[in-house]
C-alpha cells in the first residue's frame, strides 16, 4: 500500500458523458501528478500540481482538467468522454517538485466508456 | 521524447540476472525506475539522479550514465516476484515531469 488514494476504483459510463476522479496523496506529500495509461501501453503524464499550483502539464486534452485543493486532494475532471478516453487513470504522489521525488502510485481508477 | 528501452521483453529462469536498458537523446536530470505488475500500479524501485545521488530500494541496483544519458538496471538473483514490466521514467528537471518508456516486460520462471 503507498498510502495513495483514488476514487471510485471503476467506472463505467457514456460517450458524452463528465466524470470526476479523487485522488488522496500521501500524507505530507505536497505534489500529486496525474497519469493515463491506456490497454498496454505505457504511462503518459496528464498534468502535476504542487501546493495548490499546476507546475507542469503533459498531453492533457482540453476537455480533462484538474485542481488540488487546500488540503492536498485532487481531481481529474474528464468531459465530453470518447470511447478513447477508456483508460486506467493513476494518481501518484511525491515529497516534493525536484530532486529526490520518487513517486508513489495509487491503485487507479478504471475508466470504461461505452 | 519517450526515452528508449531494451529489451522488450526478457525471459529468466529464477535465480538468473538481466540488464535493463533505458536510453534518452535529451540531457537528463533524472532516472526513475518502477516495476508495475498486471492490473496493479507501478512501485517505485529507484530514482538516480545527475551528479550522483540514488535512492532505491536494497536489493535492486542501477547506474547513470551522464555523458551518455543512459541508465541500467540491475536485477540479480530474479525471483519469481521479480515479474512484471519496468519502466523507466526520465526527467528533464523541467519541473519534475516525467517521460516514461514503453517498458519492459520480465517473466521469471521456475
Known amino acids: 500500500d503507498s498510502g495513495v488514494t483514488q476514487t471510485p476504483k471503476h467506472l463505467i459510463t457514456a460517450t458524452g458523458q463528465r466524470v470526476t476522479l479523487r485522488c488522496s496523496p500521501r500524507?505530507?506529500?505536497?505534489?500529486v501528478y496525474w497519469y493515463q495509461q491506456s490497454l498496454d501501453q505505457g504511462l503518459q503524464f496528464l498534468i502535476q500540481?504542487?501546493?495548490?499550483?499546476?507546475?507542469a502539464k503533459g498531453n492533457i486534452l482540453e476537455r480533462f482538467s484538474a485542481q488540488q485543493f487546500p488540503d492536498l486532494h485532487s481531481e481529474l475532471n474528464l468531459s465530453s468522454l470518447e470511447l478513447g478516453d477508456s483508460a486506467l487513470y493513476f494518481c501518484?504522489?511525491?515529497?516534493?517538485?525536484?530532486?529526490?521525488?520518487?513517486?508513489?502510485f495509487g491503485p487507479g481508477t478504471r475508466l470504461t466508456v461505452t | 521524447q519517450q526515452p528508449v528501452q531494451s529489451p522488450q521483453a526478457v525471459i529468466l529462469r529464477e535465480g538468473e540476472d538481466a540488464v535493463i536498458n533505458c536510453s534518452s537523446s535529451?540531457?537528463?536530470?533524472?532516472v526513475h525506475w518502477y516495476r508495475q505488475k498486471h492490473g496493479e500500479a507501478p512501485v517505485f524501485l529507484m530514482i538516480?539522479?545527475?551528479?550522483?545521488e540514488q535512492k532505491g530500494h536494497e536489493k535492486i541496483s542501477a547506474s547513470f550514465n551522464e555523458k551518455k544519458q543512459q541508465s541500467s538496471l540491475y536485477l540479480t538473483a530474479s525471483q519469481l516476484s521479480y515479474s512484471g514490466t519496468y519502466f523507466c521514467?526520465?526527467?528533464?528537471?523541467?519541473?519534475?515531469?516525467?517521460?516514461f518508456g514503453t517498458g519492459t516486460r520480465l517473466q521469471v520462471t521456475l
Open positions: 535529451k540531457a537528463l536530470y533524472s
Open positions: 538516480l539522479l545527475k551528479g550522483g
Open positions: 521514467g526520465t526527467d528533464r528537471g523541467t519541473a519534475s515531469k516525467l517521460t
Open positions: 500540481y504542487y501546493n495548490g499550483e499546476e507546475r
Open positions: 501518484a504522489s511525491s515529497p516534493q517538485v525536484a530532486g529526490m521525488n520518487e513517486q508513489y
Open positions: 500524507s505530507g506529500d505536497l505534489s
